[in-house]
């Protein structure tokens, strides 16, 4: 005799396979003397509930053919052993400056699995899904450092996520952005994202193995109520801001104007984000005026396009202009909107993409472009010397 499950509950469910043991299907050879027999360690492949068919094995019953039995009342609630979370955190170069629009969660699965006979590992349960006899466990997107403070609230736009199907809850998001608090914080060098998940129901599954999370105070892998997505984390989030250096040098020759992209540190001054090899900045970002005595407008044919980062580090080449006098130079960071800096420069740029994420307090108290003075000659005292010899 064979027994076969058939699911009851959710509705149009898997039936998925019992196992006596390793073996399935669960048959049984021998019913000689009372008729009966009795199953032991057996275990359903799903959860729900499922009703138990006996059928003839060789559908043959003493030549007459094929013969079933009754269904049987169904057992159960089965439900998941535990939940488990997988997926991808990515950011350019590992990290992401505050407000930049750079996170991407993708193939996050939280899967509802448990184990069954001669399964090697744990299996994800497809019955877990609307209809499943009781309410689901619910799942919250979480996002904390080593301190354990959830700071998820931050993030915009808020990771998609899909209701659970076939056993699996998904989430994922493109662009997401961990948005600068009212005064500068971090760094978070150590921050992780994933999944908090409660199950309120009678048997309440737990997280099962995987990237633990400090979250609330939780320390202890076993006990912690949050999983990371694993792969690509944690990363990092960085207080972000660029820096113009003024340069001065002579008008007969080309000058070198220092950028360098910093982080707010632990100890509330900036350093160079040396892990910053991924900021690039086109030259039409640049914008200049104030100009004195009458210096032209400044070229930059020797700078590449777009000004690439390395380290943390870039340089503008600015072209020799030929005549003394000086320049304000700011990079205005807004997506083609109009700048905002300490130098009382105006213009919109024809730039695309928002790089504000990188503007800072340098004056007045509130956001602005970074700016910086291009001076050439200004110290010079002119033709008065046919030749100037200087001894060391």
């Given at each position: 005799m064979t027994l076969t499950p058939a699911v009851s509950a959710p509705a149009g469910g898997n039936n998925g396979?019992?196992?006596?043991?390793?073996?399935?299907?669960?048959?049984?050879?021998?019913?000689?003397?009372?008729?009966?027999?009795?199953?032991?360690?057996?275990?359903?492949?799903?959860?729900?509930?499922?009703?138990?068919?006996?059928?003839?094995?060789?559908?043959?019953?003493?030549?007459?053919?094929?013969?079933?039995?009754?269904?049987?009342?169904?057992?159960?609630?089965f439900y998941?052993?535990?939940?488990?979370?997988?997926?991808?955190?990515?950011?350019?170069?590992?990290?992401?400056?505050?407000?930049?629009?750079?996170?991407?969660?993708?193939?996050?699965?939280?899967?509802?699995r448990c184990l069954t006979g001669g399964q090697p590992s744990?299996?994800?349960?497809?019955?877990?899904?609307?209809?499943?006899?009781?309410?689901?466990?619910?799942?919250a997107f979480v996002a904390a450092d080593a301190d354990?403070?959830?700071?998820?609230?931050?993030?915009?736009?808020a990771p998609t996520a899909t209701a659970w199907t076939s056993g699996v809850y998904a989430i994922s998001g493109t662009g997401l952005a961990f948005a600068r608090a009212a005064a500068p914080d971090g760094p978070y060098d150590s921050f992780n994202l994933g999944l908090t998940v409660t199950d309120g129901s009678d048997y309440a599954a737990a997280l099962g193995p995987g990237l633990a999370m400090t979250v609330g105070g939780c320390t202890v892998a076993g006990h912690c109520t949050a999983r990371a997505l694993a792969s690509g984390s944690p990363i990092k989030a960085r207080y972000g801001r660029l820096r113009m250096?003024?340069?001065?040098?002579?008008?007969?020759?080309?000058?070198?104007?220092?950028l360098e992209a910093q982080y707010r540190t632990a100890g509330s001054g900036y350093a160079t984000n040396t892990i910053d090899s991924c900021t690039t900045i086109t030259q039409n970002r640049i914008l200049q005026g104030n100009a004195q005595k009458g210096l032209p407008v400044l070229t930059f044919t020797g700078t590449t396009n777009p000004i690439v980062f390395t380290n943390g580090r870039?340089?503008?080449?600015?072209?020799?202009?030929?005549?003394?006098?000086?320049?304000?130079?700011?990079?205005?960071?807004?997506?083609?909107?109009?700048?905002?800096?300490?130098?009382?420069?105006?213009?919109?740029?024809?730039?695309?993409?928002?790089?504000?994420?990188?503007?800072?307090?340098?004056?007045?108290?509130?956001?602005?472009?970074?700016?910086?003075?291009?001076?050439?000659d200004v110290y010079s005292k002119g033709d008065r010397f046919i030749y100037q010899r200087e001894n060391y």
């Open positions: 396979s019992l196992y006596r043991g390793a073996v399935t299907p669960v048959t049984f050879t021998s019913l000689c003397g009372s008729g009966a027999a009795t199953a032991t360690n057996l275990a359903w492949s799903e959860v729900g509930t499922m009703t138990l068919t006996g059928s003839v094995t060789d559908n043959n019953y003493l030549g007459a053919g094929p013969v079933t039995g009754n269904a049987s009342a169904a057992p159960g609630r998941p052993d535990h939940f488990t979370l997988a997926g991808t955190v990515s950011a350019p170069c590992g990290f992401a400056y505050m407000g930049q629009p750079a996170i991407d969660i993708a193939g996050g699965r939280l899967e509802a744990y299996q994800a349960v497809t019955n877990y899904r609307t209809g499943y006899l009781v309410s689901l466990a619910t799942a354990g403070v959830d700071r998820s609230a931050r993030f915009s736009p250096g003024n340069a001065i040098g002579s008008d007969k020759l080309p000058l070198y104007m220092p870039a340089t503008l080449k600015i072209d020799k202009p030929g005549s003394p006098g000086s320049r304000d130079l700011t990079i205005n960071l807004s997506a083609a909107g109009a700048a905002t800096n300490c130098v009382g420069l105006a213009g919109v740029t024809a730039a695309t993409g928002d790089m504000s994420y990188l503007r800072e307090t340098w004056c007045a108290g509130t956001q602005h472009d970074p700016a910086a003075r291009a001076s050439f």
